[in-house]
């Protein structure tokens, strides 16, 4: 009977682990879980400081009437409902959908034609240093310059007399700032798109080119199956960063139109950043604090759900090289 019998195993010595539970982990995570909040937290309360409150604070502003001094009158969705039927608002909104949209188009279609055609150069660093210096001008020298190149005794005119052209248009009237601001903003923002577009394409291995080549690939096949698979987290990234910067585009605009009589810019060209900043600052009339902060929640909503929408149409599985 003795011989028939087995010995049981014993068990391991320590703590039992009990089912379900994970085990802690190296002691590199246990250094990592205890280095987060003394790194992160200061950031985070930082940011809540300067942004999550000042934006809950925003939204209770804009359903209150109020001047910026004196007690608040709760009004509810009244500055919102306002703000929809104010013609003005409404043509600054579509203004910036404009910059959004059609700018955007424009900008994204050349920058991604100059990076297919500058990806082969051989001083393709120089240009890129080239295009790129616009977009670190700041928008006064490209207002001032405006004013010596559209004038009518300025250099386009003086250009366009030896053509026949005897009445050029009035660049600078009212009606044509806004077009005039629109190509300014495909000028300027143009080269910095194309050099975060180069560095994406720039990162792919030179064999996947070779290998294309070998295959007897078209140009257009290599476009599709090669370059935007691999880069398309850069067109992303370049798409949500011209959404946020659009909707927030104010100095140009207020450089272009500022010297009008009034000694802000005309209405055919206002944004909706433009409208927000007029309606609480202007110092024409008693500053509506409600409705100023109503369009800026507008202008945050419309960013946000663009953003999560971009995101979400241009998400793709990682292509890993």
């Known amino acids: 009977m003795s011989a028939l019998t087995t010995k049981r195993p014993r068990r391991a010595s320590g703590p039992a682990v009990k089912p379900g539970l994970r085990p802690a982990g190296s002691s590199i995570d246990r250094q990592r879980r205890k280095l987060l909040v003394p790194f992160v937290g200061p950031a985070f309360i930082f940011y809540t400081i300067l942004f999550i409150v000042p934006a809950f604070a925003a939204v209770w502003i804009s359903l209150n009437d109020w001047a910026g001094s004196g007690p608040m009158t709760f009004v509810g969705f009244k500055n919102y409902i306002q703000v929809f039927q104010d013609p003005l608002f409404l043509k600054s909104f579509g203004n910036t959908l404009l910059l959004l949209f059609v700018v955007g188009a424009v900008v994204f279609a050349l ?55 005897s009445e050029p248009p009035a660049w600078l009237a009212q009606d044509n700032i806004f077009p005039l601001i629109m190509a300014t903003m495909v000028m300027t923002t143009t080269g910095y798109f194309t050099t975060i577009l180069m560095a994406g394409v720039d990162r792919i291995p030179p064999y996947f080119y070779e290998d294309c080549a070998l295959a007897g690939a078209t140009a257009f096949q290599r476009l599709r199956y ?42 055919q060209s206002w944004t909706v950043a433009v409208y927000t900043y007029v309606t609480a600052f202007s110092g024409l009339s008693t500053p509506a604090y409600g409705a100023a902060t109503a369009s800026a929640i507008i202008s945050l909503a419309l960013v946000s759900v663009l953003v999560v929408l971009l995101r979400r149409a241009m998400r793709r599985d990682a292509i890993e090289f």
């Open 226 to 267: 090669v370059i935007l698979p691999l880069t398309w987290d850069v067109f992303g990234t370049c798409a949500v960063l011209w959404t946020i910067s659009s909707i927030k585009i104010f100095e140009i605009i207020w450089v272009f139109g500022g010297s009008s009589g009034a000694g802000i810019p005309p209405t």
């Open 111 to 165: 920058a991604f034609a100059m990076t297919l055609v500058l990806r082969d150069m051989a001083a393709k660093k120089i240009v890129r240093n080239v295009i790129f210096f616009p977009h670190l001008i700041n928008a006064l020298v490209f207002g001032v310059l405006a004013g010596f190149i559209f004038n009518p005794g300025g250099m386009v005119n003086t250009l366009l007399k030896p053509l026949g052209v």
